[in-house]
Every structure is written in structure tokens, then in C-alpha cells.
């Protein structure tokens, strides 16, 4: 089976090592993002002797006369970034399928398991799914579910996502050439689902009238290599790496955001229902990070959003 792909970054690098490993398929060509043209997917065309296409707009009638010359079977995005119109997605005959870090039809859009963790989910999903000219609403093709467990992170889930998305591509491009797909319309699963967009300046920033369950899964879900939570003392920026559940923390009413205890760990901060423990943050000068370090804060501080 001939296949075009269009990728980008390590999410598609193994999903190409597996692809050109199985003698079945060929890849035909490969289309970086147009804005970054990842390097590593230059080598990997030039190791198996095929075009390097960068091009701004894939859907130009120019572009769908260059696919011609190469009659791809089937067209195949990994973390591609450009908005694919009807012209392309119909283009080969076995259609235009993506790899989505989402158990889709829930957690469509952007940054799905930043949300995931932020949503407080046991498990996320990878999903391999027809396009159409939705956003992630196309049939599915394969989907898998993963554990999320109280000591993930986004650093952690990323990078078993960032695997596993090549390993459940394979799956679906293999199961596809062999004719052996079940699609599965994303509204039997569910008549609605869910969308995220994505996640922009200013939305890292905490606030510590939210519970303590979901000011733990929110620090946790955007750490590094993410953004990092936010917060404000004296005026001053500081990020968040890590925190931790109080266990037996009673619920009360005092005042959000102040230390209310410390110890080797790190600060108690007293949130909307309970209390939280900071456990390493660092302050931001002139948009950069200084040093992690355990937080020190005397009690009385008033930590702001």
C-alpha cells in the first residue's frame, strides 16, 4: 500500500521506523509542517529515497497535482497542522486518517491530555480516525486506552502518549491495507462528546478558590514540560512543578491562598475547600524560570491568582 505522509516531530518518527519496516507498505513522499520542517523527517526521506515536500497550503489544486505523480493509496497525518479541505481528504481511495491523543469522540480539539489530567480522568485514549471536514469527528478507525494514575503527569503520559500513538497508527494503516478496518461512528459512542480548544497565555494561572482535587490535577497537568501553574506573591510570578494532596485535610472556611503551615516538604496553602501542599516552585523574572526549589513562605503569606 502507497502512503503520503504528513507529520511532524517525535510523534511520527517511530510511526515511520514502523511503517518502513514492514515490506507491504511504502511511503511515497513525506509533507512537514510548513512552519518547522522537522529535520528528522528530511533524513528519514532521504534514507528511504522519497520527496521532502514542504508546501504552506496542501489543499491548492497545484499540490494535489503533485500527489498525482506518486497515486497514493492512503493519506496518513501524525501531528500535521494545516486545516484539510474536502479536496484532499478525498483524494486517495482509502481516505485520510490521523492520530489523535484523545479517546475521541471526547477530548476533540487541542491539547487533550493537558485536559485529560485537568479533567481528573483515570485513563486517556489514542485514537486513529478518518478525517472529514470536522474537527476530530470522522470514524474511527482504532482506539486504545491507557492508565492515568495519581502519580502521573503530563511529562509522564506524554511521552507513553508520544509511543503509543506510533504503535496504534501501525495498527490502524496495517488493519487498513489488509481491508481488515471496522469503522465505528463516533455518535454510537456518543451523540455529542466533547471539544477542547486550545490552551493560550493566561490560562495557566491558578486560582486557589478551586478545590484541592482540582488544584492538584491542574498543576500536574500543564508541569513540565508544560507551562507550569501560576501564582503571585508580592507582585512577584511564580510557577509550580509539583504539589501534593493533604490526606484527611478537613474542609473549612479561612482565607483563600494563605500559608497556613510548612514543613520540610514544603507550604500548606489553604485553598477553596481544604488545604494544599506546595512542594517545589520557582520564580519567574523576565519571563524565565529561576531554579526549582521547596517553597519557604512564612505563614501568614498571601499567595494571589
Not at 108 to 123: C, D, F, K, T, V
Not at 191 to 200: A, H, K, L, S
Not at 213 to 228: K, W
Amino acid at each position: 500500500m502507497r502512503i503520503g505522509y504528513f507529520a511532524d516531530g517525535p510523534w511520527s518518527h517511530k510511526a515511520i521506523e514502523l511503517i518502513s519496516e514492514t515490506e507491504s507498505l511504502e511511503i511515497v513522499f513525506i509533507v512537514p509542517r510548513f512552519d518547522t520542517q522537522d529535520p528528522v523527517l528530511k533524513e528519514w526521506a532521504d534514507k528511504l529515497c522519497v520527496p521532502y515536500i514542504p508546501v504552506r497550503d496542501v489543499n491548492t489544486q497545484e499540490f494535489l497535482s503533485v500527489m498525482d505523480e506518486f497515486e497514493p493509496e492512503l493519506l496518513v497525518s501524525m501531528s500535521f497542522n494545516q486545516i484539510l479541505r474536502k479536496s484532499i481528504i478525498d483524494y486517495a481511495p482509502l481516505g485520510f486518517i490521523n492520530c489523535h491523543a484523545g479517546a475521541l469522540p471526547f477530548y476533540r480539539g487541542r491539547n487533550p491530555l493537558n485536559w485529560a489530567l485537568i479533567n481528573g480522568e483515570s485513563s486517556f485514549g489514542i485514537t486513529v480516525h478518518y478525517v472529514d471536514e470536522g474537527i476530530d469527528t470522522g470514524d474511527i478507525a482504532e482506539q486504545r486506552l491507557y492508565p492515568i494514575t495519581r502519580k502521573d503527569n503530563y511529562g509522564t503520559i506524554l511521552n507513553k502518549a508520544i509511543s503509543e500513538c506510533a504503535n496504534v497508527l501501525y495498527s490502524a494503516i496495517v488493519k487498513i491495507s489488509k481491508g481488515e478496518v471496522e469503522r465505528v461512528i463516533q455518535n454510537e459512542i456518543h451523540p455529542v462528546g466533547t471539544y477542547f480548544g486550545i490552551r493560550t497565555v493566561g490560562d495557566e494561572v491558578i486560582d486557589f478558590n478551586w478545590s484541592s482535587e482540582r488544584i492538584f490535577n491542574f498543576v500536574r497537568a500543564i508541569n513540565s514540560p508544560g507551562p507550569r501553574a501560576r501564582f503571585f506573591f508580592k507582585n512577584e510570578e511564580y510557577a509550580i512543578e509539583a504539589c501534593e494532596i493533604i490526606p484527611e485535610a478537613p474542609n473549612y472556611i479561612a482565607t483563600i491562598g494563605e500559608v497556613v503551615g510548612r514543613n520540610a516538604q514544603g507550604v500548606v496553602v489553604k485553598v477553596g475547600d481544604s488545604t494544599i501542599l506546595l512542594t517545589l516552585i520557582g520564580r519567574i523574572e523576565n519571563g524565565l524560570m529561576k531554579e526549582l526549589d521547596i517553597p519557604t513562605f512564612r505563614i501568614g503569606s498571601r499567595l494571589n491568582s
